[in-house]
């Protein structure tokens, strides 16, 4: 973070300065870090006080003048102010927080790239970020930083170093990508897809597209939106955009398509990519067809900010993905573990699921499904429709686990998957003590569930067996 003036901080989120007698030229102090956690507070911090469901930053003010910082942003006047510090009061302190960050990415003119989606909004990212790395100091969205709290603090990351950054940016609800855009002001927009995760809270795919489309409320009119074009509801928002648009995907009236694709295991895939009657060979390190709809993403950003060929080329073959997302390992016990239990929605699940399915290594093949959440009156038909692919695909055995999953059982046995090749737990724990046995050298284990079931308990007890 570059350090801003105190009065700067006001200005930006609207708010009241009150300070302690002793404290002088408050105007003219210096902040060189902002906290929302008091735990992380070192000497001269601006703290944020956050208020949630089940904690209320406020009661921690007391703690975070204690830890050093040197000014509060409260919605409360009744604090005690110490000797030397400062309180700012506004009406919402994460309204405060999101009015802050958009004052401070002003101050950057980089291009900015913003990510949103139904799924493969991170491992989009992270090889936009693999590639556009190669030539520029780039700052990304670290982890799951890409709600409302978590842009801001990912924006205060940025220093005089960046040359460009890219945003990830999540949503339960209408208004959330509105907010978030506002922060970032991208220059460039992107839509992964358009699927059914949090259709409990936005009611359709319509609904999803309308929340997704927030993303493009402040980019400029010279900016691009970048969409897929294989995506039966994104390949109609062109004739309602001002912004030049690029399509991506696999059919070939999209601006860039991918053909002459060839799964090479768990190392990863091969494909052509076509674009101005150019066509360039690639290697992509990560199983899947679902990751070339990502590699085409990053190939068009790149060539956007004029990135060489083979810097492109170069870029991909450097992309790793982050924890639990298509995480391929072997362990010591010769067995194969691929951990995408991040999260997971119908679109995921069957991509997953293909890995699973046209991966050459392994002897037995074991897909390991937990819930998908947030999926609303549409949970039992998505859960038993994931239950039918599995059956159609060569998959050996399935076991699962949650409340909505017994329909992914009941979807794989109507179409024929046999009884004995499925399996029903209540618990991580049931899980465990059944695979220790059954659990046999050369197989290869598919993990997958939205991640409020946490089955990265069960991944990493697995990993550690010898």
Partial sequence: MVAIKLSEIVTAVNGRLILNDNLENAGDIIIKEIATDTRKISEGDLFVALSGEKFDGHNFIPQAFDKGAKICISNREDVIVPNDKGLIVVEDTKEALMDLAAFYRSLFPIPVIAITGSVGKTSTKDMIA???????????????????????????????????????????????????????????????????????????????????????????????????????????????????????????????????IHQKGITGIDAVVVFDNQEIPIHIPSPGKHMVYNALVAFAIGLKLGLTIQEIINGLLKYKASGMRMDISKTKKGIYI???????????????????????????????????????????????EVGKYVAKRDIDYLFCIGNEAKHIIRGAIDDGMSNNKVKMFSTQQELWRYLEDFIAYQDMVLFKASRGIHLEETVEKLKEVK
């Fill in 130 to 260: 693999s590639v556009i790395g190669e030539r520029y100091n780039i700052l990304k969205t670290q982890g799951n930083f890409n709600n409302e709290i978590g842009v801001p603090l990912t924006v205060f990351r940025l220093n005089g170093h960046h040359e460009a950054a890219i945003i990830e940016m999540g949503m339960n609800h209408f208004g959330e990508i509105h907010n978030l855009s506002r922060i970032a002001k991208p220059d460039i927009a992107i839509i992964t897809n358009i699927g059914v995760s949090h259709i409990e809270n936005l009611g359709s795919r319509e609904g999803i597209l309308k929340a997704k489309s927030e993303i493009f409320d402040y980019v400029p009119k010279e900016g691009i939106a970048v969409l897929n074009g294989d995506d039966n509801l994104l390949i109609n928002l062109n004739s309602k955009s001002p912004f030049n648009t690029i399509y991506f995907g696999l059919g070939t009236h999209n601006n860039i398509y991918a053909k002459d």
């Fill in 338 to 384: 691929i951990d995408d239990a991040y999260n997971a929605s119908p679109q995921s699940m069957k991509a997953a699921i293909d890995v699973l399915s046209e991966s050459n290594e392994g002897k037995r093949k074991i897909a390991i499904l937990g819930d998908m959440l947030e999926m609303g009156s549409f949970s039992s038909q998505a859960h038993e």
